[in-house]
């Protein structure tokens, strides 16, 4: 098939973006990577009377740390985010995440906003902005409005954007200490959609103990999901091999998956428990690793 017909525009900030949404609403689409919403269009499973071209927009690109924060603006490509020193010093499970997004070529299109929007609950970028507590600002015509991550995935390729609004930037909390992390996934193919997908990030103090921790799961509920009882159980002091086994048995029998013609919630309660262990026993490996190296 072939996409609707559709009119197009290219703007040239994020003013002009708010007021072309506000005044087509639903009926519009932005485009930076395409990589989700021309496929879509192909196949008509949608069909938008305006496609607004956002490539051109410079506040929506770039990538700075302020404060205790990394800041990646929206339509920043997923390849700049995989090769940025700052993003390797401050937020590495990005760039882990990043690692199992398509392939290159998708990469080098894509967007982090056009992955954030598009929802898809076993995408890469949606649950490590969900495990590291990622705000996500977004605008309208009006001002501008700060949306948790865990708050900004309502189901799947559902989200708290409003028709007028833009995805501007995604902050993610830069976490201290001796921190570890680490991303695992099972695909049908490489660069598929993850069956399911596990992130694990540590953070250890001088001591050794855990002082922070993270845990979350793709593909096993309408949402990206965090394993509180998992990350309650770990500050408690359980970081021994043994006790990290016994910890992603608990994950598992948390979660509520339901089975499709990919893989049956057995299959997926399975691989959950496999990649929790898998990713919890890098994660701390990682930040034991690197609490060495700085003492």
Known sequence: MKAASFD???????????????????MSKLIAGGQSLV??????LTKPSLLIDINEVKELKGISAQSDNLIIAGGTRQHQIEASSEVKRFCPMVQKALFWVGHPQTRNRGTLGGSLVHADPAAELPLVSVLLDAEILLQDADGEESVAAS?????????ALRPDQCLVRVSFPIWSGAVGGSFHEVSPRRGDFAIVSAAAQIAL?????????????GGVAATPIRVFAVEEAILGGGLAKTQLHELARLAA?????EGDLHASAEYRREVA????ERALTDAV???????????
């Open 8 to 26: 197009y525009v290219r703007a040239g900030s994020i003013g002009e973006i708010c007021e072309l949404l506000a005044e087509h609403g639903p």
């Open 273 to 276: 428990y496999v990649l929790i």
């Open 285 to 295: 490996q990682e930040a034991r690793a690197r609490m060495g190296a700085s003492s």
């Open 253 to 257: 029998d948390e979660i509520d998956p």
């Open 205 to 217: 103090d001088e001591a050794g103990n855990c002082s922070r921790v993270a845990v979350g799961l």
């Open 151 to 159: 708050e900004f995935f309502l189901a799947p390729l559902v989200t």
């Open 39 to 44: 496929p879509m269009m192909a196949m008509r």
